[in-house]
């Protein structure tokens, strides 16, 4: 049967999910500190990239102990690993334009292609 098409080649292992990534896009961005020395912090932010998510939901266990640390985990989302490092240090923009704080940076295994869950966190900044 030389016609038959071929598929992609995966590496195949138990109880492997794939993942897919179809609930909107995230922006990722690094932030700077770019003021002078001994100045007030001016951030600026960077665009590091675009990448889709899932929406993933978001357990009591996280929720409270995030409150416990005095911090309010608002969403969970999973991306796939991209090209390019994300860290605790980022921000995150949904397509709604509301500006998030990463706060939690996990790698997900058993699932095809390799995936990160990103807590987010809402904050205020200072910006208008």
Not at 23 to 43: K, Q
Not at 83 to 89: A, E, G, N, T, V
Request: charged share 30%; proline share 8%.
């Amino acid at each position: 049967m030389p016609n038959q098409r071929q598929k992609p080649f995966r590496p195949r292992r138990e109880a492997e999910v794939t993942q897919c990534y179809n609930d909107g896009v995230v922006t990722i961005y690094v932030t700077e500190d770019t003021a002078a020395d001994g100045r007030l912090p001016v951030v600026t932010r960077k665009a590091s990239g675009t990448i889709p998510y899932q929406e993933r939901r978001l357990g009591l266990k996280r929720y409270y102990e995030a409150k416990q640390n005095q911090i309010h985990a608002e969403r969970v989302i999973r991306v796939p690993v991209p090209s390019f490092r994300i860290d605790s240090l980022n921000e995150a923009q949904t397509e709604d334009s509301k500006m998030y704080r990463i706060d939690l940076v996990q790698a997900v295994p058993d699932v095809y292609p390799p995936s990160y869950d990103l807590t987010l966190t809402s904050w205020e900044s200072g910006e208008k």
